[in-house]
């Protein structure tokens, strides 16, 4: 993979990096520790993060600007299993495409893609094709990568988790990374979060026991002062209880439907979602754009799914 990341680096003077809509740690951390590396190995290119601005404070950098002419560029799209989920058009005015990526194969839209289904994290893909490669990452890469990887296994906790993850976490904490700031960045939350993290946990109902779903309104994350792009992400908010083996966060957004985060801990759910405007792993999945109704039809799938397995 290595050889053929540098050999498509080699070919072009403009790279442009790309990530998905609505990204993550592991979005964020991937496009911005690949930009790094190549800032740092390749200093005769021009490489940008391209992306939504959002207002609110991130971990990560702003996206770049970029007002040039993108059919001679490369673009790099991270993280992103399909092409309607690349947050930039102009990824399809390149005059070449590589796609890397973890998720389930649904659509090879690179000239060359770099997808490894069963690694925990896009940046762990980065870390071990560098790591293999022997680079020496600088502390920014390394970093960017760091949060990403600890982002999407949820501090190690998933079950895509292998020892090659621990492997690449070793080989990124010898970069002169901060481990703890990292760790800080990543899961450390305002007084705002907090409170509506709070807010969250009294809202969370349960069916027969053992799946749990939390229905959040606009009302609910505007009153606490927390943005949509960070409300949506709460739903580690249940991850811990024994009992709850799926636990679902659906959120409503400016248009009145609403985005959700569906995690189980052994029972398939990413099919499921396929079929709610989604997708994603096996475990961990996301749906866009549900009615209140098509919320409680999916849970009802989820359910039943969960008794048809045991």
Same mark, same amino acid.
């Given at each position: ?122 940046? !762990?893909?980065?870390?071990?094709? %560098?790591? +293999? @490669? /022997?680079? $020496?990452?600088?502390?920014? #890469?390394?970093?960017?990568? &760091? ?74 994350? !505007?009153?606490?002062?927390?943005? %949509?792009? +960070? @409300? /949506?992400? $709460?739903?580690?908010?249940? #991850?811990?209880?024994?009992? &709850? ?66």
């Amino acid at each position: 993979m290595f050889d053929t990341l540098v050999s498509y680096l080699n070919r072009y003077d403009t790279i442009l990096i790309f990530r998905h809509v609505m990204p993550d740690g592991d979005a964020l951390g991937s496009q911005f520790g690949l930009k790094a590396f190549i800032a740092e190995y390749f200093p005769q290119k021009k490489v940008y993060a391209l992306g939504s601005r959002p207002k609110q404070k991130s971990s990560f950098p702003m996206s770049d600007i970029f007002e040039g002419d993108c059919s001679d560029a490369l673009a790099i799209v991270c993280d992103t299993a399909n092409r309607e989920r690349i947050d930039d058009e102009r990824y399809a005015l390149c005059k070449e495409i590589l796609k890397i990526d973890h998720h389930p194969i649904v659509d090879n839209f690179g000239h060359e893609n770099l997808v490894a289904v069963k690694a925990s994290a896009t940046c !762990e893909i980065l870390a071990a094709m %560098f790591m +293999q @490669a /022997k680079v $020496k990452l600088n502390a920014d #890469a390394a970093s960017y990568l &760091f949060c990403g990887l600890i982002a999407d296994t949820q501090q190690f906790s998933i079950p895509s988790v292998t020892s090659l993850t621990f492997e690449c976490a070793a080989y990124l904490s010898q970069c002169f990374i901060d481990i703890q700031a990292c760790n800080e960045k990543m899961f450390s939350s305002t007084y705002e979060e907090y409170h509506y993290e709070s807010l969250l946990r009294n809202k969370v109902q349960v069916i027969d026991g053992r799946l749990a779903y939390v229905i959040a309104s606009k009302t609910d994350y !505007e009153s606490c002062h927390v943005p %949509f792009i +960070q @409300a /949506k992400d $709460k739903v580690h908010v249940m #991850a811990k209880v024994t009992d &709850f083996e799926m636990y679902c966060l659906f959120t409503e957004n400016e248009e009145g439907t609403y985005q959700g985060s569906l995690r189980s801990k052994k029972v398939q759910l990413n099919d499921i979602a396929a079929r709610y405007n989604g997708g994603g792993h096996a475990l961990a999945s996301g749906v866009k754009h549900l009615t209140f109704d098509q919320v409680h039809e999916l849970l009802k799938e989820l359910n039943d799914r969960l008794e048809n397995n045991n």
